[in-house]
């Protein structure tokens, strides 16, 4: 069968890897991200393996299909496509069954001498031999491995050894196009959080069971952990409306128990009192273009969930990490803010209300160094992308000649 095709002809690719049928917005932005910038370059025709694909057409207008419940569709489709995408934000776990499916769908693409491509990705610690073991096999098999950050491409060059060239691919959340300032602008008005200074906060349920913490979490945290953090953001706060005169916005990026962004803010805002007048609670789930866009709008951005911080970044807006996991520490980093970002396990209340003061101190200043990064991360993602589309563009000859040795190595 080839693959080859005019210029006119969409490339043909199968992605998966993301909670793309949940409501998460992280997980949907990187959708929306991988849409925009790979349509902005050629025609592209997108098919997402998903859990819920009715989730993923609704949202997205994509077509979808849920392997598990039709494998002989999903394995038509890989035949016929032109690659393979993995992302993230991080596909990779210790869970067999989890990755025993990835393998398998990694088996079908070689088969059918399509190529593999791991897309800007986020590694978890792998302790399960087994899931390690899946982890080299589907990077091997691909022909790009691209880390959203410096944090999870060392720690995929010590999993892989120097046997696969470890890409640095930017988080395609950061290319995602959002809704118009005027859009944003009315979508505040609606919750009494108009013009002025604003510092939007996106917290994180973490008084969840331990099962949950497990699965989900780097780290457990203890009931004293998140009394002191809700502390911490209630100081915060305060400082903020009586020193500042601002307002106070927070902002669900999920809004589904157990995972409901709203519950820690609401209670942040029942320790304020009477100060909780300035605070505004966004009740509703929206999506990724209209999060950004109202991140956007926002003078800075405290951050527990990670793409908060990856959206709010990426539209010029200075942030502080409370970092659940190491990932968030390694955004910060990578986004040229290590020194504003501070461990929930570990968090000091008044490092966290000093940092938000300098910044408020020296916006401008804050806001050039935050846009500087931004182009360059802009640069670096329009290189690498280059790069993926040329793998995935390969003429059907050159990709069948780099699978059999590939298949006689192994």
Wanted: net charge positive.
């Amino acid at each position: 069968m080839s693959r080859k095709r005019s210029e006119c002809d969409p490339t043909r690719l199968c992605l998966t890897g993301g909670w793309f049928s949940s409501r998460n917005v992280g997980d949907n932005a990187i959708l929306c991200g991988l849409c925009d910038a790979l349509s902005q370059r050629s025609a592209v025709a997108l098919t997402v393996f998903t859990a819920v694909p009715e989730n993923v057409r609704d949202h997205h207008g994509l077509p979808a299909i849920a392997p598990k419940y039709a494998p002989f569709s999903a394995l038509a489709k890989i035949r016929g496509c032109h690659g393979l995408l993995y992302t993230g934000g991080t596909p990779f776990y210790d869970d067999p069954v989890h990755m025993l499916y990835f393998a398998m769908l990694a088996t079908a693409a070689r088969a059918f001498r399509v190529p593999v491509v791991v897309s800007g990705i986020s590694l978890r610690t792998l302790s399960r031999p087994l899931c390690r073991a899946m982890t080299r096999y589907i990077c091997r098999s691909a022909r790009y491995v691209g880390a959203r950050e410096h944090r999870s491409q060392a720690s995929l060059r010590d999993l892989l050894s120097a046997e696969v060239d470890i890409r640095l691919l930017p988080d395609p959340a950061t290319q995602m196009q959002a809704i118009s300032a005027s859009a944003a602008e009315a979508e505040l008005a609606g919750y009494g959080a108009g013009d002025g200074l604003r510092i939007g906060i996106c917290l994180r349920d973490l008084a969840t069971s331990t099962s949950f913490q497990k699965s989900h979490y780097s780290s457990r945290f203890t009931p004293a952990h998140i009394h002191h953090l809700t502390e911490s953001l209630v100081r915060l706060c305060r400082v903020v409306i009586k020193k500042h005169h601002g307002k106070i916005v927070f902002f669900p990026m999920n809004t589904i128990s157990p995972d409901d962004d709203r519950v820690p803010a609401r209670a942040v805002v029942d320790r304020l009192g009477s100060a909780g007048a300035h605070c505004h609670v966004v009740d509703r789930q929206y999506g990724p273009r209209e999060m950004k866009g109202m991140l956007a709008r926002m003078t800075a951005v405290v951050g527990v969930r990670f793409h908060s911080l990856v959206l709010a970044a990426s539209a010029g807006v200075p942030t502080y990490a409370l970092g659940y996991a190491p990932k968030n520490h390694a955004i910060m980093k990578y986004f040229g803010r290590s020194e504003y970002c501070q461990a929930i396990t570990k968090l000091k209340g008044d490092r966290l209300i000093d940092g938000i003061d300098r910044t408020l101190r020296n916006l401008e200043s804050e806001q050039r160094s935050v846009a500087l990064r931004n182009d360059e991360i802009d640069r670096a993602f329009d290189n690498e992308i280059r790069l993926v589309k040329k793998v995935i563009g390969t003429d059907n000859k050159e990709v069948r000649q780099w699978h059999d040795g590939i298949l006689m190595k192994k």
